[in-house]
């Protein structure tokens, strides 16, 4: 990471209460600390319950934090609620898993743009719908779109319209939850290549969450490893994805699915192997 990060994580921490008095909080996340650079994409990997969701919902404010802070552009957002959140909207937007859940189905598309546009905007009307007509382009999709529903959009088209609303105030950070999961690999690499489109014509920065490392090495410049709520391991993508240290990054590397079958059976067996000594 070069430059000023846009995103500062310093010893963050999630707890939540447990069921009976005299238990103690079930700790979620534990002293989680990183950074991410202007325009540039980290990925947080790591496994189901792992806590990399939770860490991406306290860096926008949707679930409380017990410890720590998060830091966007140098300005302290750890306990922003209300009317301090909503001001964060310019510079921090998400993108989440489910493109059928994420969109309201009773607006028009270009309802559902225009919200994030007219937010403490003196733009004219005729100035967001050029503005709209500008994002649909940008994401592939016709002027015309603007007029229709979400449940006349494909999986991945809706995804793309998720991707336009989340840039259409130019953030300086998205925070990207499993953003293709839901999506066919062949729609999967095209949301891919439209999110680095933007990045290098808009400038902004990724928080890149999935369970894919197949995914990250070719996306993310950096990644960090999270299990049990703890970062176990981080460095350049490539690095991490190639030659991994630890014991668990080893083993999520050997559940990659892999295209060549005897590589598959290999990577089978390493991870049994792995498994069975952990």
Known sequence: MTGTPILQVDGLAVRYPSRGLRKPPNTVIESVSFEVGQAE?????GESGSGKTTIGKAVLGLTPVSGGRVLLDGRDITRHTGRARRALSADLQAIFQNPYGSLNPALPIGRTLAEPLLAGSTRS???????????????????DAADRYPAQFSGGQRQRIAIARAVARQPKLIVCDEPTSALDVTTQATALDLLSELQQSLGCAYLFITHDLAV???FAARTLVLQHGRIVEEGRSTDVCD??????TRRLVAA?????PVLQRSRRHERLELEATS
Do not use: C, M
């Not at 009307?125 to 002027?143: C, Q, S």
């Not at 030659?243 to 668990?248: C, D, G, I, S």
């Not at 990659?256 to 060549?260: G, I, N, Q, R």
């Open 125 to 143: 009307r005729g100035e967001v719908r050029e503005h709209i007509a500008d994002l649909l382009r940008r994401v592939g999709l016709p002027e």
């Open 256 to 260: 990659a699915p892999v295209p060549d």
């Open 41 to 45: 994409t980290v990925a947080l990997v």
């Open 216 to 218: 990250v090495k070719e």
């Open 243 to 248: 030659q991994p240290q630890h014991a668990y």
